[in-house]
């Protein structure tokens, strides 16, 4: 895990734990929902999904931030294989927690947080450097320069 520090974050957020934890890393960012079950390739952590506006990106080692998870329960055995091969995420960020996105995270084992009191979606963008506090509910960024 990269380690960044910094004084104080250009922007803090708040939200609850769905997977406790503390990391931090670059964020990639998506309005779209992922599909787990032929929407990712777990061995690259690879979104492969026809018309995805992340295809041919991989979240491995990034803080993903995504409004949530879409398609059937594959979500918990893709995003068990990303971890057994180290292509996971770094952590999670959704706005809108499912059952597909609350077991992908707990399969994991990554800190992941949901219910924002500010939108991350509007706030964070690919690049951003991020911080997720899950066990103390707190998201820190720091804009990308440039």
């Known amino acids: 895990m990269a380690t960044l520090t910094l004084e104080k974050p250009d922007i803090l957020i708040r939200g609850r734990k769905v997977v406790g934890g503390v990391t931090e890393g670059e964020a990639l960012v998506t309005t779209q929902t992922i599909s787990g079950w032929g929407g990712v390739n777990p061995m690259k952590g690879e979104i492969i999904e026809s018309h995805h506006e992340l295809r041919g990106q991989s979240f491995a080692g990034k803080v993903l931030v995504f409004p949530g998870a879409k398609g059937s329960s594959g979500w918990s055995g893709v995003?068990?294989?990303?971890?057994?091969t180290n292509t996971a995420p770094l952590a999670m960020l959704f706005n809108v927690t499912t059952t597909?996105?609350?077991?992908?995270?707990?399969?994991?084992?990554?800190?992941?947080?949901?219910?924002?009191?500010?939108?991350?979606?509007?706030?964070?963008?690919?690049?951003?450097?991020?911080?997720?506090?899950?066990?103390?509910?707190?998201?820190?960024?720091?804009?990308r320069a440039g």
């Open 79 to 84: 995003f068990h294989t990303t971890r057994l």
């Open 100 to 143: 597909k996105a609350a077991l992908g995270a707990v399969v994991l084992r990554v800190p992941a947080m949901t219910d924002f009191d500010r939108d991350p979606l509007e706030l964070i963008e690919t690049g951003d450097w991020v911080r997720v506090d899950a066990d103390q509910g707190l998201v820190s960024i720091w804009k």
